[in-house]
């Protein structure tokens, strides 16, 4: 993908539900365009389509033995891609934990009495 850095190129091959279904049978075994066809509803040039998209993104790489062409998964993009969401998972963590001291906060603090006139929380 010239012009995309190599992060985009993975999330862009991770976009599609194929081949995110793709990466899960090869993260169980190496396998061949007719084996990855099976359990697709797809044609065996779809497939193949997307396992240039999925190599291009540097996800998988492919061997030749004999008449064989067998994929294989590469997973060093996916831990960088991973380790990309996990800091903002660390931003989501850190927003739940002080909205959680908040929350026990205004508990801590009682029931609100006196509310200002039309104040929805209040009964009438």
């Given at each position: 993908?010239?012009?995309t850095d190599q992060l985009s190129?993975?999330?862009?091959?991770?976009?599609?539900?194929t081949r995110r279904a793709i990466i899960a049978e090869l993260a169980a075994r190496d396998a061949t365009v007719?084996?990855?066809?099976?359990?697709?509803s797809i044609s065996m040039p779809?497939?193949?389509r997307h396992l240039k998209v999925l190599?291009?993104?540097a996800l998988i790489s492919r061997s030749r033995s004999g008449?064989?062409?067998a994929s294989h998964l590469e997973a060093a993009p996916l831990r960088e891609a991973a380790d990309w969401i996990e800091r903002y998972r660390r931003f989501w963590d850190s927003s739940l934990t002080r909205l959680d001291a908040h929350l026990a906060a205004v508990q801590a603090a009682g029931p609100v009495t006196d509310g200002p006139a039309?104040?929805?929380r209040e009964p009438e």
């Open positions: 993908m010239a012009g190129a993975v999330f862009s091959a991770l976009a599609d539900p007719t084996e990855l066809t099976a359990p697709l779809a497939v193949s190599e291009r993104a008449r064989w062409r039309g104040d929805p």
